[in-house]
Nanobody, 121 residues
Framework: QVHLVESGGGLVQAGDSLRLSCVASGRTFSTSTMGWYRQAPGKEREFVTNIKWSSGDVSYDSSVKGRFTISRDNAKNTVYLQMNSLKPEDTAVYYC??????????????WGQGTQVTVSS
């Protein structure tokens, strides 16, 4: 079992910046991917970004590319989401996601509790 704890959410104005953190603890896997999803009221949870833990390769949804940056700190088992030029449409609960591959290529997915990001106009 992997435990994820997000932090860093808050209320900001359009154009401001915010940094989210997600600390992972518990079982580790030989290969893993961590990332961020978000869910706005009345909408389904959507992909934002992820990073491969071993290589550092990253992927972004087109809606945030150029504004958001995902990074990791290996020593702290922490992934960050630097959000710049925030827009009201970025308002959502942001969830940290961990995906690990175990034996027999079995994939395990874990979610954090979420942190609220609100961007006012």
């Amino acid at each position: 079992q992997v435990h994820l704890v997000e932090s860093g959410g808050g209320l900001v104005q359009a154009g401001d910046s915010l940094r989210l953190s997600c600390v992972a603890s518990g079982r580790t896997f030989s290969t893993s991917t961590m990332g961020w999803y978000r869910q706005a009221p009345g909408k389904e949870r959507e992909f934002v970004t992820n990073i491969k833990w071993s290589s550092g390769d990253v992927s972004y949804d087109s809606s945030v590319k150029g504004r958001f940056t995902i990074s990791r700190d290996n020593a702290k088992n922490t992934v960050y989401l630097q959000m710049n030029s925030l827009k009201p449409e970025d308002t959502a609960v942001y969830y940290c996601r961990y995906s690990g591959t175990g034996s027999l290529r079995t994939e395990y997915v874990f979610w954090g509790q979420g942190t609220q990001v609100t961007v006012s106009s």
